[in-house]
């Protein structure tokens, strides 16, 4: 995760997890891969047809006009091409498909985006990321605040929908998930414009 779209490299990703769940590479189990993906469809279902490791859909919004602006990725496939590709995904026992969701303030974080993520989500083997934003400046999103991430997960298990919380480590000396990147930026331009 982090580090570029796996399904865009895939016969490499294939390579890597076959040496690190061969006995004579890293030995890994296949229940402790994950792979994630900003949702290309095409190489989804194929994904879980060649490997039994687990998949990763960063999904971040629950209508296609907020993630076209999230993720450019929906301009190309939707979220219900997205959500058909996921519903092909091969289900074996014990692997379900991990939602992941990146919750910005004012942004993808209201009621009404439970509501819609439940609905979509429904009837499927997942379960969902909640990630809290790590607030950057010049960035432009806001931390939704403790009380608001609660809320949202409450409302998704009441609806059904298995929902974790996303512990965040390192934030308080900007080293969280996205944080590092842009301080090397703002060093690498002489300063913290």
Same mark, same amino acid.
């Given at each position: 995760m982090g580090m570029g779209e796996p399904l865009h490299n895939y016969d490499n990703v294939m390579r890597s997890l076959e040496l690190l769940l061969s006995k004579e590479g890293a030995n890994f189990s296949h229940r402790?891969?994950?792979?994630?993906?900003?949702?290309?469809?095409?190489?989804?279902?194929?994904?879980?047809?060649?490997?039994?490791?687990?998949?990763a859909v960063s999904l971040n919004a629950t209508t296609d006009e907020q993630r076209a602006r999230?993720?450019?990725?929906?301009?190309?496939?939707?979220? *219900?091409? /997205?959500?058909?590709?996921? #519903?092909?995904? $091969?289900?074996?026992?014990g692997r379900r498909v991990t939602f992941e969701y990146v919750l910005l303030r004012d942004v993808n974080d209201s009621d009404e985006d439970? *509501?819609? /993520?439940?609905?979509?989500? #429904?009837?499927? $083997?997942?379960?969902?990321?909640?990630?809290p934003y790590n607030e950057n400046p010049g960035l432009?999103?806001?931390?939704?605040?403790?009380?608001?991430?609660v809320a949202f997960r409450k409302a998704l298990d009441a609806r059904g929908v298995t929902a974790m919380v996303r512990k965040n480590r390192g934030r308080d000396i900007a080293a969280a998930c996205g944080q590092l990147a842009v301080q090397g930026q703002r060093e690498a331009r002489g300063g913290l414009a």
């Open positions: 402790h891969i994950t792979v994630s993906t900003s949702g290309l469809v095409p190489n989804i279902v194929r994904f879980g047809e060649d490997t039994q490791v687990k998949l999230l993720m450019p990725v929906d301009k190309k496939w939707d979220i *219900a091409a /997205l959500m058909d590709a996921v #519903r092909k995904f $091969p289900s074996r026992q439970a *509501a819609r /993520l439940a609905a979509l989500l #429904r009837d499927l $083997p997942v379960k969902v990321n909640l990630i432009g999103f806001g931390d939704p605040g403790a009380e608001r991430v």
